[in-house]
Each structure stands twice: as C-alpha cells, then as structure tokens.
C-alpha cells in the first residue's frame, strides 16, 4: 500500500506493505488556541528551553498559523484567545484547561512563570459562556497532563501535576481517572509521551513511548490498550508524540515519519506540519491545542 502524506513543502510518500487496514471516520472538532504573538525563550523550565539560543517570533507565528489552517483545512473550528505581553508560552494552551461535557476545570501552573496564565483562560471561558468553570487547588497543568480518551481520563504525573490534581480532576469532571508516573524528564507531559489516536470507538486507540513511563504504568497501559501504537526513540524526540487526530487525520511533526508509518499502517492519515521553532520551548502541534468538548 503506498500511503500520502501531506504536509510543508512537497508530498512524501511512504511505501507500506500491511493488510487493509480500517476504515478510520473523522469527527469534527473544536479547539483553542492562542497566537505566539510574544513568543520566545527567555527562561529554562524544561530540558528543552535554553534562552542562550535564539529564537524567531516571526518563524513561530508562521509555523502556528500553518497548524491553525490546517485544522480549519479538515473542518474544525478553531477559537482563538488573544496573547499577553510577557507570557510568552500562553501559545502552549492545552496546559490552560480540560474540557469535557461542557465542564471546565483550569489550570496552576508549577512554574511562577506560567502562573498568570491561568486567569486568562479562566476569563475566557467564562466569555464564552460555559457556566461550570472550576480553578484547581493543586498543580494541575491540564491537557498538557490529561488525556481524554472517551471513557476515562489518563493523568500524568511526576514533573509537573500534582497527584492530587487526579482526585481533584476526577471530582469536577465527574469522569474515572487512571494516574501514570513519568519518569523521563525530557517526557515532562503526558502529551509528549503518548496521544489518543481514536477516541470514538468502543475500544480506544493510543499511541505511547513506553520509556516515558514508569514501569507499573507501562503495565497499565499495556492492560488498557493492548493494541497501541508504540512510539520508538525517534519519534519521542522529535516530540512526534505531541499529536492531535481527529479519528482519520493525525497531525503531527514532519520530522516523525516512524511514526507516521505505524498509524498509516492502522488507517490513519498522517498530516506534517513544523513546528520546530515551537520545540525550542519544548512544545507541539498538541502542546498549542485544547481540545473544547461539549
């Protein structure tokens, strides 16, 4: 089977030899979003972050503008929140809430630099008219740590949230919470360490970087998703794991072809962009994402 992928620059095409693979069906979406108007590295707060290197805002609004098309390109609405002068990782928003049935619950950030985030996300949705908006009383960094994948919510741990953050999650959100340790600090999020491919069907679909994760949650997931996509190193460190699909179209870094390969194999449509000015922060197409649910 000869798969293309669409993407910055010229189609790549990958020669894939496998049995028919599934017939995946798109859902439509609706994401937030922030522009990374003010958008540098001027501080160290993961292993990706090194303000002596130098960094293009201009590169990076190009590169999220080129995300944000794509997404209204497969039919998504895409919302967008406006940026603040000297928060300059506000474009990273899925670290700013979870949204599921309608039910928000915010952010606190671990790092004071981040903190001021949070009331701005906060402001915004109550703009837009949700009426159950809960801020958390423990580190909770949000969909940078939490996982929907349909029927419960996956919640990392060991960098930044708090463990507390899952009771308090599973509380507000009234969904089931099953916590995973991470233990790779360069995988300080569960969104660069594993992503949900399919979360529709009765059997969810993810894929993971066994590596990230302790070995009692490798367990874990190996017991809940028996038929995942395992990521290799190549793909983890290029954060191809910092994804967003949509049930068919997985968009994703273009430097992550392994990867692209496996969930092509499972009848997925990989969909490149770059976004490696964003990497310099340590974030990704899913790091600039939050996904509104109901």
Known sequence: ??????????????????????????????YLMCPPTYFTVEYAINPWMDPTQPTSTSLAVEQWTALKETYERLGHQVDVIEPVVGLPDMVFSANSGTVIDGRVLGSRFRASQRSA????????????GYKSVVMPTAVNEAEGDFTWTGSLLLAGTGFRTDPHAHSEAQEVLGVPV????????RFYHLDVALFMLDDQSPSPLVAYYPEAFSPGSQAVLKRLFPDAVIANDDDAVCLGLNAVSD?????????ATH??????????EPVFVDISELRKS?????????????
């Open 1 to 30: 089977m000869t798969v293309s992928i669409s993407g910055p620059g010229e189609p790549i095409t990958l020669d894939i030899a496998t049995p028919l693979a599934p017939t995946r069906m798109p859902t439509t979406r609706r």
């Open 282 to 294: 340590g974030g990704g197409p899913k790091c600039c994402t939050m996904e509104l649910r109901g």
């Open 178 to 185: 099953v916590s995973l340790q991470l233990v790779d600090p």
């Open 259 to 268: 990867l692209a390969e496996q969930v092509a194999r499972r009848g997925f």
């Open 247 to 255: 049930g068919k179209h997985v968009v994703m870094p273009v430097e």
């Open 117 to 128: 985030e949070a009331d701005h996300f906060r402001r915004w949705f109550l703009g837009a």
